[in-house]
Nanobody, 127 residues
Framework: VQVVESGGGSVQAGGSLRLSCAAS????????VAWFRQAPGMERKGVAR????????YYADSVKGRFTISSDSAKRSVYLQMNNLEPEDSTVYYC?????????????????????WGQGTQVTVSS
């Protein structure tokens, strides 16, 4: 499956953005899809994960209550709704997919488990 992100942009603090991740050539059925973000010089960190098979979700503590990950009914797209954005949320966001389902939540955001990555989309939040 190929992964294509869209929806980044600029917003003021407290505002909202929705990122989209589209599956090209397939659907996300049978995959877990996660959103990661990476600041310059920092490691890529996961913020939200959706198991497209059973619909379960998992969030990093830093975004709980503000970000929501979901998919369309056809499982062709996965979305990240970001509300109450903060300047600290500014960075490049990546969508990634994997057909491997780790047993433990501690492994949910391991970069090496994800085989398919998008090109990234910039999110900028101004204060």
């Amino acid at each position: 499956v190929q992964v294509v992100e869209s929806g980044g942009g600029s917003v003021q603090a407290g505002g909202s953005l929705r990122l989209s991740c589209a599956a090209s050539g397939s659907t996300f059925d049978g995959y877990a899809v996660a959103w990661f973000r990476q600041a310059p010089g920092m490691e890529r960190k996961g913020v939200a994960r959706l198991n497209c098979t059973d619909g379960s979700t998992y969030y990093a503590d830093s975004v709980k209550g503000r970000f929501t990950i979901s998919s369309d009914s056809a499982k062709r797209s996965v979305y990240l709704q970001m509300n109450n954005l903060e300047p600290e949320d500014s960075t490049v966001y990546y969508c990634a997919a994997t057909d491997f389902a780790p047993q433990y939540k501690a492994s949910f955001f391991l970069n090496r488990l994800y085989d398919y990555w998008g090109q990234g989309t910039q999110v900028t939040v101004s204060s």
